[in-house]
């Protein structure tokens, strides 16, 4: 159980965690008690508030975006991306598309890879918005194509 609030990315100290018998239904999944040194010098994953059970997927060694990278959502329509569900892990392509006059030029479109971190659809305007995790370097010039458009995400080979 989580004894004192604990932010995302937090890193779990051992006074942060208490062991409690509960009677678990079995859709629960809390983190047994016996990993609880396991858990120290982990990380919070989500927000943790006191008096809640911890879940394994509530604890991270990783955080998102890591060191020398940056975090990206892009909005896109449903002609701007593939139909097969995106996946947290799923290497994938911004790609820079023609502009509102369907101007194409010999020049290569701009091309950033990128690696999904999390995907939500928006009901109200049919659109989903990807986040994607990118070089801390190249963060700035995809949001500002983002916010233009005129982008499209391609799905590369998930087999690696």
Known sequence: MVSRDIKRGETIEA????????????????????????????????????????????????????????????????????????????????????????EITDREPVTIEATVVGVSRVEETGETVVDVSVPEAEAADLAARAATGRVALVLDARER
């Open 15 to 102: 006074g942060d965690l208490a062991v409690v018998r509960v009677s678990a239904d079995p859709a629960l999944t809390p983190v047994p008690g016996s990993q609880k040194a396991e858990l120290e010098g982990s990380r919070a994953a989500v927000d943790l508030w006191a008096g809640t059970l911890l879940t394994a997927q509530a604890v991270t060694d990783n955080l998102v975006p890591g060191e020398g990278e940056s975090l990206v959502g892009i909005s896109l329509t449903p002609a701007q991306m593939p139909s097969e569900p995106l996946y947290g892990g799923d290497i994938v392509r911004i790609v820079t598309t023609p502009g509102d006059q369907g």
